[in-house]
């Protein structure tokens, strides 16, 4: 899994069109999006993910806790991001792990976002350039 990590004040985003034949269901409400005050999570889900996604799922919840606590973020954006890897898993494997993310990340207590996943999104975002700002992150499961 790859993860760029982008403290912003805020990231907003709009459903454009379809990117994938079957992308996820979403209602009229997730069209759209926006948190302010954010840490936006952008993540491909690659190949070698697939050989233990709930590892992966584990991994990248330490390293957004580590990030979002040194930034100070109590809120969390997962932004499913096709473009940090060559290597991509399969959409639905993506899809799950994403999901469970999301889930932990509620667990332990975030404001938390996921933006859409299979659709051409159009986004704006505004880092707010400090050291800390912009981090990025692989993770691999140990297998
Ligand atoms: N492995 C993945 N990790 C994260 N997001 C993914 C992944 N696979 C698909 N997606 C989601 O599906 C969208 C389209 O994926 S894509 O690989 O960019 N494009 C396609 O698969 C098709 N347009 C054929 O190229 C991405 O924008 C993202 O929302």
């Known amino acids: 899994m790859r993860m760029l990590l982008i403290h912003s004040d805020y990231l907003e985003y709009e459903v454009k069109d379809r990117a994938l034949k079957n992308p996820e269901p979403i ?6 999006g926006r948190l302010d005050e954010v840490l936006a999570v952008f993540i491909s889900v690659e190949k070698v993910d697939e050989t233990n996604p709930e590892e992966v799922v584990e991994k ?13 973020a109590n809120r969390v954006f997962v932004y499913p991001f096709a473009h940090l890897s060559s ?8 899809l799950d792990v994403l999901r469970k993310l999301e889930e932990r990340l509620r667990d332990e207590g975030f404001e938390v976002k996921r933006a859409p996943f299979g659709y051409y ?5 505004s880092c707010k350039g400090h050291p800390l700002a912009e981090l990025s992150r692989t993770i691999v499961p140990t297998g």
């Not at 290597?87 to 993506?94: F, I, R, S, Y």
């Not at 999104?121 to 975002?125: D, V």
């Open 121 to 125: 999104k159009a986004f704006k975002l």
């Open 60 to 72: 990248a919840l330490t390293e957004i806790k580590d990030v979002a606590g040194q930034v100070k």
């Open 87 to 94: 290597e991509l898993a399969k959409p639905d494997v993506a």
């Open 27 to 32: 209602s009229e409400e997730q069209k759209k």
